[in-house]
């Protein structure tokens, strides 16, 4: 069921006076000679016209206890388009295509996000701007910060996971329903610790309707802010990778986990398990032993997975990644910045070009099925570090983390 939540509602007491405030604070707003105001000034007028980032908080609490994180998560999108945040209409700019042929078991989609391909452009770049106390973009003291633009309208609010303090952030861009990152308020690196997979299985526990996706911890597999630990979930997001078959030659089961590699073109290891502790042990070993096997010095092995809870079942598509592996330059040519979990999981998120031509050039070839399907595939396939063709790579990771879990148990 989805929360119909609005600011007015009864359900917010806290933000129904604030619209009250908001009415009076626009029509002085209005009232203002605003060409003498610089841009910091303007800004600072304007964020005082919506409800602050303390009134959010309290009240998404207060909807978070009664109706649970699904219906939080609903009423902080509505909140951020209220306060213009995340444009209204958002969905207009991305622009979804089908790409399949008939040699593929899944069919690949990719997303053109007209709004977001700036933003990511600049959103890796060091930030010129940070207040005080930030240690980076993320950090908690940059959210509805009167001196910046890009977060003045900003709303988040605070929950636990795994006896962590998160706080959940909408991004300006988002490209799936109620799409939002788990932000722990410290200030720490990307980790895929026993912990952190626990932390998204509790969220998963509380929003049953989300799939949780989790990006690497080095820049150059999908994390645009490795040094602090940020996780995007959306709600019914079910990217091709999950109707992908398992491979009968790589099943292994054991104390209640089962892990399969599925019939898909970047080789992926599916955990599925009951148990929240053993999910949280398997992924965390898999992708430790992954790392423990590199044997250059700079670390280029990671990982990327995506999570889902079915009914009391939790599943997870694990991804494991080496930054030295590059896809092809075909592959190049529709997406050349670097892949993170969505591209890997069988939606890539495409660039949007510079100048028009380009871009009619780049629409154009994207309506070119089943070219861009063989495209996709070639691109995963040759971004797999593991390989199905050297079947006792996978059989010794899989083996090794049976070997934890059993280790676990006993
Ligand atoms: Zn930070």
Known sequence: MQASWQPSSPDCGALTNSQTDKTLKTSVFEGHDVRHLNRSEVVRLYSSAYPSQREVNSCLQRVLSERGLDAAIHALHETVIQTGHIQDGWQRHITHRTHTDENDQVAFYSMVNHGRSHYSRTYSQPAAYLPEGALCKICPQNVADPNNSANVHLRTFDMTLNGEAYFIQPPPYPYG????????????????????????????????????????????????????????????????????????????????VELNILDYPFTTIKVTTKDKDTMAKAVASLIGHWKQGEKGRMPNRTANYIMRKGGDEYCAWVFMRDVSYQPTQEFLTLKSEYCGYIDIAGCPLLSDKKTEAEQAVFLARLEENPQVAQTIRAGLKQLSPLSTDRPDEIHSLLQSCLADIHARAF
Do not use: W, Y
Not at 187 to 207: C, I, P, Q, Y
């Open 177 to 256: 329903e109620c799409h939002v990152m788990l932000i722990e308020h410290q200030h720490r690196d990307m980790h895929h610790d026993e912990g952190s997979v626990k932390a998204n299985l509790e969220f998963l526990d509380g929003a049953p309707a989300f799939t949780v996706c989790q990006n690497s911890d080095i820049h150059g597999a999908g994390a645009t802010i490795p040094q602090h630990h940020h996780v995007p979930v959306m709600r019914n997001f079910s990217p091709p990778v999950m109707s992908a078959q398992p491979l009968p030659a790589f099943h292994l089961t054991a104390q209640g």
